[in-house]
């Protein structure tokens, strides 16, 4: 392929990127502005108006926050490609480390990650603190905050560091079969993980204590027993030092697994709805969507990474993304693939909001044969309102975007089975 080509190519893709965002986000601004004072008939009895009004300009916020963060994204990846960014961070950089050495392809990387977290923290901030504050969800101070950055600064230095080193060393020392080498490490970190983030990660962010509730712990054990799961104990996790929203899940898998509630959702819900809630979550176990998504990522990974070794062996993926010096390095294709790829991969969107929806909709059905669908169905009406989630999203931004069903959709499916 001709360098100018695929320069054409990538611009186009992105600028159609860039257009399709901006214009799923207005439609559903305008979708939902347009339904702001009136609540969906089947929410009537439970939501007011204020609420739903209070939902409705959440998402409309959310809206144009979004909007103007993914200009700025295009923008910034125009600026490391063809605006020299990134050729210009090599050179420096070179001035420092050889080259062709471990350090210049940490120090790169790390110097790419510093530079996109210093893009997105005015976002982060005015989404924490202007935000969440004008509709009552944010508790997280000034310095919680700090403290959170530095925790997250650690942890990437003690931690992802070294994983850059080994894969960057990996890349250079394993020949033509480097991309098999750095799958097999990467998805073994990835496993290792999900042992180590219950115990030792995230207890560096929040407390967690045990369930103290007896009659709920007894009803909860009771599921658990009904369900086959077993799990190394039930917390509360103090999630209200930094937000008003609600939530449960579990995390880990074999030795490792814990079920944790948020302490505002136990809250904001009776026990009989709490134990829907889990049982959704136990859904997820009992379908295996972990191990399923798992699967696809292994799989997503292992072909990207060998995509990246075919790319490397071509120079128009070097000159046709602005980068002279440097063409054929491997941590600069690295960095660069690592810009382009979520360009070309934005049209797949669709397909895994399809697929998390479809497991969403499984999880449910779980939960109605376990708990009860009415209950389910109570504690997802309390939680979309207590959250300010909309219920009247766009249909079409909904399909690319959206994880879960329509609420809509989701409780009317509950109520039919109960």
Not at 30 to 50: M, Y
Request: with cysteine; proline share 4%; charged share 15%.
């Amino acid at each position: 392929m001709a360098p100018d080509t695929f320069s054409n190519l990538f611009v186009a893709a992105l600028l159609a990127t860039l257009f399709v965002k901006v214009a799923l986000m207005l439609r559903q601004r305008h979708h939902v502005r347009a339904r702001r004072d009136r609540v969906p008939a089947p929410f009537a009895d439970s939501i007011s108006v204020e609420s739903h009004r209070k939902a409705a300009d959440y998402t409309c916020a959310r809206m144009a926050l979004g909007i103007v963060d993914a200009i700025v994204g295009a923008a910034f990846v125009l600026a490391l490609t063809f605006g020299g960014g990134l050729q210009a961070m090599h050179r420096a950089l070179a001035e420092w480390f050889d080259p062709a050495g471990l350090a210049h392809g940490i120090a790169l990387l790390a110097a790419l990650g510093v530079l996109g977290w210093l893009i997105e923290v005015p976002f982060a901030l005015y989404r924490t603190f202007v935000i969440e504050k004008r509709f009552g969800f944010n508790r997280m101070t000034p310095a919680l905050y700090a403290a959170d950055v530095a925790r997250e600064a650690l942890l990437a230095a003690l931690i992802g560091l070294p994983v850059l080193g080994a894969v960057l060393w990996l890349m250079g020392a394993m020949g033509e079969q480097w991309w098999l080498w750095v799958w097999l490490f990467w998805f073994a970190f990835n496993l290792l993980g999900l042992f180590v983030w219950p115990t030792f990660i995230a207890p560096l962010f929040n407390k967690f204590t045990p369930l103290a509730d007896e009659a709920l712990r007894k009803r909860v054990e009771n599921l658990l027993a009904r369900c086959g799961f077993r799990s190394r104990g039930l917390f509360v996790m103090d999630g209200s030092r930094r937000s008003a929203h609600g939530n449960a899940y579990f995390t880990g898998f074999g030795a490792a697994k814990r079920i944790v509630f948020f302490d505002t959702l136990l809250d904001k819900l009776n026990p009989a709805e709490v134990e829907a809630v889990l049982a959704h979550e136990l859904g997820h176990f009992h379908h295996r969507h972990i191990w399923k998504r798992l699967a696809v990522i292994a799989a997503t990974s292992l072909a990207l990474l060998w995509l990246l070794a075919r790319l490397m062996e071509q120079s128009w993926f070097f000159t046709g993304l602005g980068i002279a010096d440097g063409a054929g390095s491997t941590v600069v294709a690295l960095a660069l693939f690592a810009l382009v790829l979520p360009v070309f991969a934005f049209p797949l969107g669709p397909l895994m909001s399809h697929w998390s929806r479809v497991h969403e909709f499984q999880a449910d059905a779980y939960a109605a044969r376990q708990a009860s669908a009415a209950d389910l169905a109570a504690a997802l009406v309390k939680l979309y309102r207590d959250n300010a989630s909309t219920l009247t999203p766009d249909p079409l931004y909904s399909r690319f975007f959206d994880s879960h069903p329509p609420a809509l959709l989701r409780v009317s499916r509950l109520r039919a089975g109960s």
